[in-house]
């Protein structure tokens, strides 16, 4: 699955930044999933605050870790990368000595790495670049020219780096960089847009984009990176109002040559499912999802050849029952596979339940997963894992009554989903206060490892995206895994002692 929502994460969605990058001649070597220990000793950990993520593993994977060199155990994290091996987990640079970096939105591009970063030298937080060397690590921006923390929806597009940037002056633009100071600036695209501009999502030949010129409110447009070709595909909502994406702020999706979004067009009063190929003037509705503002699509994800989605409220009757919904693009073929249940089920999203879920809804192979608050136990909630696929939904995993405030999170890689909760109800011998690694394929699951005990509760994965082996922490050691208990093995460790290995973002 590919996660196309670029806007800069809340802090409840992202645990820690660990994104891979394959580096091309860095030296760098993969080590594959065959399970063997590199020196580690396989016991789940060092202690810490039990706070862990997951990431796709490909050649070099580049994460924020804590040494504990600064002196400080919950913050001072730096950049760090791993190729899957003992010797190479190492930290590539402390951008800020003896501080937090306060790094985030670590992104890919060719042989580099971008991220947004403050050096504390009086800039703020700034667009830097990482070749993976110390030396090739430096800062591209300052705020005489990039105001400080306004680098956000960073994004490869045709080999550069694009991102929304605000100038000294307060101007919005579309920026570029081609990982040096000299190239980088604001984009080719003479064209001034308010706070609307969000989204940059790469599709065919060009950035697709949520933006405000400020005549036609918010709308869909797209840009290849030059004035000439930055323009408004269409004008979905034409009464001049607050404009179609104004309220309906969901990210892009791509299926079969298609981009799905959600946007309100003014004639329902809340936000519907759409799409476009992409072409000027093209955009169409798919289905008539709402009939109270701001009710429509969210969580869009693609799984095999089907779109899922979910709705906070019932487009019938307006009520706040949530629903899971698929879709073929096609109106006749948008239906629902789970819907609310107010005295038994209920849908678990971000901030609308007793705990915070990171990824509402996450696709892998051809099924769909999400949380579900069981109210007919005993203790009024209870945590389900739920999976649906084209045509129905199930009950996955039964989590344990009166565990909505632990960490849980999920991720999706190498086809499967993988999910990481306290006492799941699986199998009998699983008890105590330990975190276990689990994944899902389709609707069967299996336990990869249960030696994770950490004290503060926190979320252990973060989504991941492609790749064959994945990257996990388990309080500031490194592990991995291919989605087997035979590859699920210790790297390295980050952190001695009880710092905090890992960094949420």
Known sequence: MVNLELTRPNAWVAILAIIPAVLAGCG??????????????????????????????????YFIGNDGSSGNTSDGSQLWKTDGTESGTLKVKAVAPGEDADIEQITPVGDKVFFVADDNEGYGQQLWVSDGTESGTLRLTDSTELDAGTATTLSEFDGMLYFRGRSESGEIWIWKSDGTIAGTGPADTDVTLDNG??????????????????????????????????EMVADIQTDGGLG???????????????????????????????RTNGELDHAEKVKEMSDSFNTGPIDLAVADDTLFFL????????????????????DAGTTKVFDEDDDEYRLMMGGSGPTDISQPLLAAGDHAYFYVNDRSKSSGEALQLWYADSTESGLLVDLEDSVLGGGIDMA???????????????????????????????????????????????????????GDTLLFSSMGDVWRTSGTTASTAFVSEICPGTCFGFKSE
Not at 245 to 269: I, P, R, W
Request: hydrophobic residues 30%; aromatic residues 10%.
């Open 28 to 61: 760098e070597s993969s080590s594959g999933g065959d399970g063997t220990d590199n020196g580690g000793n396989g016991d789940g950990g060092n202690g810490g605050n039990g706070s862990s993520n997951l990431s796709a593993f490909s050649s070099t994977t």
């Open 244 to 274: 179609s994406l104004f309220t309906c702020t969901e990210g892009f999706v791509e299926l079969d040559g298609m981009l799905y979004f959600s946007a309100n067009d003014g004639s329902g009063g809340g936000c519907d499912l759409w």
């Open 311 to 330: 709705t906070r409220r019932e487009p019938a009757t307006g009520t706040d029952d949530g629903a899971v919904w698929v879709s073929d693009g096609t």
């Open 197 to 230: 501009l969000s989204l940059l999502t790469p599709f065919k030949n060009h950035l697709y984009f949520r933006a405000n010129d400020g005549t036609n409110g918010a709308e869909l447009w797209r840009s290849d990176g030059t004035d000439a070709n930055t």
């Open 412 to 466: 999706v890689a190498t086809g499967q989903l993988f999910f990481v909760h306290t006492r799941p109800n699986i199998e009998s011998d699983f008890t105590g206060s330990n975190k276990g690694i689990w994944t899902a394929t389709g609707n069967n699951v299996e336990l990869l490892h249960s030696g994770f005990t950490g004290s503060n509760g926190g979320k252990p994965l973060l989504q991941a995206e492609g």
